[in-house]
């Protein structure tokens, strides 16, 4: 499950409206309902800002993630960024 959709359930079990919800995180109801909807990215700001209107913290929803800290990964994404 993508973190948008353990968002979304999240919000859906406490009962939360999306529109109470976006209000409080201080992100327009349009990027809300994309982000839950899985049309928009939800960046790391943007998920804290959920996480402080729930009074949660992020870790409920990112507890599967593991960053890949390998050296190729790293040097890989060093050689994407020097390209843009």
Do not use: W
């Not at 979304?8 to 839950?36: C, L, P, T, W």
């Not at 943007?46 to 593991?66: G, H, M, Q, T, Y």
Request: aromatic share 8%.
């Amino acid at each position: 499950m993508k973190v948008y959709e353990k968002v979304r359930a999240y919000i859906d079990k406490m009962q939360f409206e999306q529109g109470f919800v976006a209000k409080k995180s201080g992100i327009s109801n349009s990027n809300f309902k994309a982000i839950m909807n899985g049309t928009k990215t939800m960046y790391a700001d943007e998920l804290c800002a959920i996480c402080i209107a729930l009074n949660v913290s992020p870790e409920i929803f990112i507890d599967n993630v593991k960053p890949d800290c390998s050296h190729e990964n790293n040097a890989e994404i060093l050689n994407i960024h020097k390209t843009i």
